[in-house]
């Protein structure tokens, strides 16, 4: 199951945030691909992360989960019983269900728009659709046109991200190798693709610079990230010296809100790869950093970034302890050099963290 969690089921990634003050710390959510229940953590740059009250149980094989750009809803999208769970985001972190939406096949990532308004659900382990969602203003999902179909059997295996602009869906198909291209309309539906282009082996995690001016892909079996010159159309060119290594079994990246450095967190291997983002969209590694040094086969898989771009959360696998995951905090250097908070090792309760099983929710 761990093996197949690896090599065919991506989760989700979210766009960076602009950089901000953070007086007020933010909100960490975790839940386990393999287990019941989101976790969460009251937590900011510099104190230690303190528990919420309370574990919603959404339901197991839980890829993805997404908060609402606007940081008042958290979304979850449960395999087992497919559906868009919208949760409300209280002022100590604490979640209340909402009225959930039924889906018509697995979900495998859930993609916000900037507008918090417009939301869009991947589902369909073999019939690849876009769901397009619009969110409520009490967070209640309802549909918001036609389903969008986009592959052929198991293309639908996929992840996906929105342009700073909210003109574009970028979703990554993990078997047929390829990065596709969608419009968004004005009254947030999809329009067919418009165009494919050809990545490494298991694409997940698409994610788009703050300035919009790049796209880049995890190639989760090639080890690698391609990168992209995004047009003004949207479309794609893939950049000089694409793709960039990384470790083995690459996941959920994270960006500084400045665009200047990228962080890959690799589930099959022992580091953080870490980049330098360069004016033409080439990426310069960095020194790598290790997860957890002190537990030999703990790999990092998931990550999110503070809203400062001054810490990297990332959450981790621990095999030892039958696959519990742990939350480690990274500070990020002027440099864009990781440095590891020894002092923050949190175990969640909760199982395996293939997915987008990793939030960050500043507080309102």
Known sequence: MLALAATVLPGFTATAAPAVADPGGYHIYAHGFLSNGIVGYNASDIDQPAPIQ?????GALNWPQAPSPDGRFLFVAPGANPQLIPYAIGADGELA???PLPLPDVPVDIIFAPNSRDAYVVVGLQNAQVIPVRIGANGTPTLNGSPVPFGESLDG???GTVSPDGKQLYVASLLP????VF???ADGSVSPVKQRVSTGLNPIYPRVTPDGRHVYVVNEISGSVSGFAR?????LTEIAGSPFPTGMLPHVTSMTPDGRFLYVPNMGSGHISSFAVESNGALTPLPDVAFAPEKPGTFA?????????DVLWALGTDPLRGGEEILRRFAVGPDGILDLDESVAVYTGTYVADGRTLSLVPRR
């Open 177 to 180: 190798r390829q990065l596709l």
């Open 301 to 309: 898989e998931s990550s999110v970034m503070s809203p400062s771009g």
């Open 183 to 185: 419009d968004i309309n």
């Open 157 to 159: 295996v996929a992840s």
């Open 231 to 235: 047009a003004g159309d949207g479309t």
């Open 97 to 99: 269900e909402g009225t």
């Open 54 to 58: 309370g574990k919603p149980m959404p």
